[in-house]
DNA sequence: TCAAGGATGACAATTGGT
DNA sequence: ACCAATTGTCATCCTTGA
């Protein structure tokens, strides 16, 4: 129950000290630029709040040459999107094995040796990033003129969209007589290109970065503590109700039985136009990493959803997408929603004191045999029921493990068939794998409950199929979920690393009988226009581009290299991003 | 395949001051 | 009674070496 105008309101309040650490180099930003020593280094902390290694950072600063803050995040987003590896530049002497396992990688590397040789020359930069993205270089250069020499990657890879829109709509492919339509939210037309593109057009763009900032904090006024929310909100009865649609409850827009649940929202106007996407990642990221993620996608806010209000097990989650959120239905059967429901079996060894009624996220290891044994032992040792200490350190591992009662005093990691099951995934989804693997790329999964929610919306938009782009495809969750809500796949491009991974969706098309093209690629890095263009000349465009990018370096479970979204592996977000980019213009060139 | 390995951030509860 | 600061509790799509 957020809407525009309660965001519009005073949001002073949701600023914690944090944020307000940070407002001099925001305010820096609305400044033309900064040239001042004192504010260069103010940039520092800003920029390690937001996730960056401290040497990438000097670098950047180094390198912008005018220390404005802005084109310092652009530098350190290129640096970020060519490679996670900040140390790199000190290596440079060395070999480059370990930089890039294949050749996809070489132009990336050669354009980090362009960007070394061309030092202080931000625009050749930007120029030249854009171009290995795959942008046309006369297009980089008007978009250039058009945003002004100060204007992100981000304004100028947006600004040469909206011109190739533009383009579009001057050759008639678009109907302009639906764009009387957009207004209503629950008519959603996937095909509806928007036309009335100004963010970026007036060329003041350091001004328009600022609004953006401080729009950012507005829109993720549902996505703070609700403590502060609760405050704002007023006492009374109302309390109770609104805490179901508080941030912290991660409900995002509202659950399938609420009848309060939000129904429609406001997108960018350049999120409303297709292909629908779809992008997840953990919902307890490092601070600044959603900040980042949303305003390079269209700045979105994100949907945080909580899979426990869709199945036994929590799955704390981050959701950007442009989908239509009216006349979303739930998946049926409706899974168990509590640990015996789930499993009922297993309630005749449950000890009265064990009061989860879910399990905590599933990860992607499992407690040791070890760890169960000294479990059964120490309780075996002690008096039944456990003195209060033993309890609560038998129950502190039950927590973090997952653990289930499978004996008098005995417990036992869930087994993998019971992993996919409370994920959503048909029995032995998985099977054929080593059981590591199994975990592992299950805790790696969606949960297809909870994703169906949010995709059920297209079948009504697309009762003839759907042609997909998967990234990160894993174990084919968002496939799993379309086929489970009766949408036909026609066509799928589906991009996954891991080669038992690509087996298992493999085996799961010819199983379930699906009748569309399934195509596979082995890595994002390598998903070009020529890729890209052979698809959408073979099946006409994609009507959903879906993902969720690698999370290593942003959970928390990573206790070696939790490091932001410049991470060896959260970094492929870029590409998710990059490849959305190019399936966007490719499809308004078509 | 197993076992061992903390840090970060959200939130609740408490404290300490006015 | 209120606010701010502090402390406590809890959860977390994991990596590495053996």
């Not at 059920?456 to 990160?472: A, D, E, T």
């Amino acid at each position: 129950m957020v809407s525009d105008s309660d965001e519009s309101a005073d949001l002073s309040w949701l600023l914690n000290d944090d944020e307000t650490q940070l407002s001099p180099c925001i305010q820096g930003r609305s400044n033309e630029t900064v040239q001042d020593v004192a504010s260069t280094s103010s940039l520092m902390p800003h920029f390690l709040a937001m996730g960056f290694a401290r040497e990438m950072i000097t670098k950047a600063i180094e390198e912008s040459g005018d220390g404005n803050s802005e084109s310092v995040l652009d530098l350190l987003l290129i640096y970020s999107s060519l490679d996670g590896t900040t140390s790199r530049n000190e290596d440079k002497a060395e070999s480059d094995e370990n930089r890039w396992e294949d050749d996809a990688s070489s132009d990336f590397d050669e354009m980090d040796l362009e960007l070394e040789m061309a030092g202080q020359d931000s625009i050749s930069n930007k120029l030249q990033f854009l171009v290995k993205m795959g942008y046309d270089q006369d297009e980089v250069s008007s978009a250039i003129q058009r945003c002004g020499e100060n204007a992100s990657v981000f304004e100028l890879a947006d600004s040469i969209y909206a011109a190739q829109t533009e383009k579009e709509e001057e050759f008639g492919d678009c109907d302009p007589s639906s764009a009387h339509e957009q207004k209503d939210e629950d008519k959603y037309d996937p095909f509806l290109h928007d036309h009335k593109r100004q963010r970026f057009d007036d060329g003041a763009s350091s001004t328009h970065r600022n609004d953006n900032q401080k729009h950012g904090h507005l829109k993720w006024a549902y996505g703070r503590p609700s403590t502060t929310i609760r405050r704002h909100e007023g006492g009374g009865d109302d309390d109770r109700e609104a805490e179901l649609f508080l941030p912290n409850s991660m409900v995002g827009f509202g659950l399938p039985m609420d009848p309060k649940r939000q129904l429609s929202r406001e997108l960018p106007d350049v999120a409303q136009c297709p292909p629908f996407f779809y992008y997840e990642n953990v919902a307890l990221a490092p601070r600044g990493v959603w900040d980042t993620i949303s305003r390079m996608l269209d700045d979105i806010p994100p949907e945080f959803v909580d899979s426990k209000y869709f199945s036994a097990a929590c799955r704390k989650r981050g959701y950007i997408h442009n989908l239509p959120i009216a006349n979303r239905f739930h998946l049926k059967p409706v899974p168990p929603q509590t640990i015996l429901e789930a499993f009922p079996s297993n309630q005749a060894h449950w000890p009265e004191w064990d009061k989860r009624t879910k399990f905590n996220c599933l990860q992607t290891v499992v407690a040791s045999s070890k760890l169960t044994e000294q479990i059964h032992a120490e309780l075996k040792a002690h008096p039944n029921p456990p003195s209060p200490d033993v309890m609560k350190r038998v129950m502190k591992e039950c927590r973090k493990w997952n653990l289930i009662w499978i004996g008098q005093n005995r417990v036992a990691p869930l087994e993998p068939h019971e992993v996919e099951f409370l994920l959503g995934f048909p029995r032995d989804h998985t099977r054929g794998i080593s059981r590591t693997e199994r975990y592992r790329s299950l805790g790696n999964s969606f949960n297809v409950d909870t994703v169906a929610y949010h995709l059920s919306v297209l079948k009504g938009i697309y009762p003839n199929g759907i042609r997909i782009l998967s990234l990160f495809s894993g174990i084919g969750g968002a496939e799993v979920a379309l086929h489970r809500l009766g949408i036909k796949m026609t066509a799928v491009l589906s991009v996954e690393k891991s080669l038992s991974n690509r087996n298992l969706l493999n085996s799961w098309w010819k199983e379930t009988g699906q009748e569309g093209e399934l195509q596979e690629v082995d890595d994002v890095r390598k998903v070009d226009d020529a890729i890209l263009e052979c698809f959408i000349r073979r099946h006409g465009g994609f009507d959903l581009v879906i993902g969720g990018s690698p999370c290593n370096n942003l959970t928390g479970s990573n206790r070696l290299h939790r490091v932001g979204l410049q991470g060896e592996h959260s970094s492929l977000f870029y590409h998710y991003y990059r490849i959305l980019s190019r399936v966007r213009y490719l499809m308004g060139k078509h």
